[in-house]
């Protein structure tokens, strides 16, 4: 396994590799890798002939008032790990590398106004105002605009990323529609516990107690299921049913729960095609998301 902190660097590996007839296929991530992770990396296995795998904890999609300070970083453990699963290329670049222009990853943050020359944004307008990008303003500008970036640099033929994220992968779909990016999207299912936490970096940050309060996001969604199996197809009703999970867990604060069209994000009716069911909440001073698929 390579590891590489540089845009020379990695562009170097990644055209050889092109040269020589190879597919590279990118996983993207901000580290603190978990069994979601890799099941990522095995499915770029399975897919690519080159797997890469990028770290880079992107400050331009944190607010100012959200955790980019204390996001888990553990370096070390996730090369062991992407070791481990025979990955071929590792890209670890620093903010400065990633945003050469001098800001400082706190002044990056997407919450904060920047100088127009500061930084080109990528930005998929009416998309990213909506779930995620609805509450956390500028989250979704930052990730297209890393995402596109890391596309630019990697030059994958295929990226892999998961459902858990399914209003950023809406985003990065479009991204690569509008700007004619030649690369693939995968996406790859939700990897969750025994017990039906969807795996996140962010449940490092739970207690014991708001370990099992969390449970409450995935039972909503459940509850939206079941409704759904036994012939509801009226969004408004399942909706409106699923959401009671949390009046049972008052200490959970709900930030959504929608039920959207997969690819625009924009509410549904009635569910006649297949349908996201999209949940975002706070667990003490963790935010969680968490989603199922509706398919007729």
């Not at 331009?60 to 699963?85: A, I, M, N």
């Not at 994220?165 to 299912?189: T, Y």
């Not at 449940?203 to 995935?218: C, G, I, Q, T, W």
Request: charged share 25%; aromatic share 6%; glycine share 6%.
């Amino acid at each position: 396994m390579k590891l590489v902190h540089t845009i020379e660097e990695v562009r170097g590996i990644s055209r050889a590799a092109k040269r020589e007839g190879k597919k590279l296929g990118l996983v993207p991530t901000m580290g603190a890798l978990h069994e979601g992770h890799l099941s990522l990396v095995r499915a770029a296995k399975t897919k690519s002939d080159i797997v890469a795998v990028s770290i880079f904890v992107n400050p331009t999609q944190f607010g100012p008032k959200e955790d980019f300070s204390r996001y888990p970083r553990t370096l070390e453990k996730d090369f062991e790990l992407l070791e481990r699963e025979g990955v071929d290329l590792v890209f670890a670049p620093s903010a400065e590398e990633m945003y050469p222009k001098g800001e400082s990853p706190s002044k990056l943050q997407s919450g904060r106004p920047l100088q127009a020359p500061s930084l080109t944004w990528v930005t998929v307008e009416e998309l990213s105002d909506r779930l995620c990008g609805k509450s956390r303003p500028g989250h979704f500008r930052g990730v297209a605009t890393v995402v596109a970036k890391l596309f630019n640099i990697v030059e994958p033929d295929v990226a892999f990323f998961g459902q858990k994220d399914a209003a950023q992968v809406a985003v990065i779909k479009r991204v690569v529609q509008d700007l004619n990016i030649p690369v693939q999207i995968e996406v790859c299912p939700i990897v969750r516990e025994p017990d039906g936490l969807a795996l996140s970096s962010r449940n490092a940050y739970l207690s014991s107690d708001e370990r099992k309060m969390a449970l409450v996001l995935h039972a909503s969604l459940q509850r939206a299921q079941k409704l759904f199996d036994d012939g509801e197809r009226d969004a408004a009703k399942i909706r409106a049913s699923a959401k009671q999970a949390f009046v049972w867990q008052p200490a959970v604060k709900l930030d959504y729960f929608e039920i959207v069209d997969s690819d625009t994000l924009e509410p549904v009716g009635e569910i006649d095609k297949p349908a996201l069911v999209a949940v975002a909440a706070l667990v003490g001073n963790t935010r969680l998301i968490d989603n199922i698929l509706l398919e007729p």
